[in-house]
């Protein structure tokens, strides 16, 4: 399995991004993804999480209503859309899968089986 981020840059307070994510070796149609992200000496925070059909969605509470998450099944890719930037949004953001739903567990990175090799968001004020 393999999963390739891209999309990330330099932008300003207010701005808006599109990651995405391709995901490879699997047939990912039944599988969660989920985009996390780290700052700089800080931990790796969950952002959003998609189930398989891609009709349920979740987010964390700093990024709801700004961020949007989506995926193409036959593409076997995951895009995070990114509106309303801001500087607090700067981090390396990684995407994630698992081949399964994992219930209230779905916040923690530790139940995300494989990960892609992040690509960093800054945004300056």
């Known amino acids: 399995v393999q999963l390739q981020a891209s999309g990330g840059g330099l932008v300003q307070a207010g701005a808006s991004l599109r990651l995405s994510c391709a995901a490879s070796g699997r047939d990912f149609s039944s599988w969660t993804m989920a985009w996390f992200r780290q700052a700089r000496g800080k931990d790796r925070d969950f952002v959003a999480a998609i189930k398989w059909n891609g009709d349920t969605t979740y987010y964390a509470e700093s990024v709801k209503g700004r961020f949007t998450i989506s995926r193409d099944n036959a593409k076997n890719t995951v895009d995070l859309q990114m509106n309303l930037l801001r500087s607090e949004d700067t981090a390396v953001y990684y995407c994630?899968?698992?081949?399964?739903?994992?219930?209230?567990?779905?916040?923690?990175?530790?139940?995300?089986?494989?990960w892609g090799q992040g690509t960093q968001v800054t945004v300056s004020s």
């Open positions: 994630a899968v698992v081949p399964t739903w994992v219930g209230i567990d779905y916040t923690q990175s530790s139940r995300y089986r494989y």
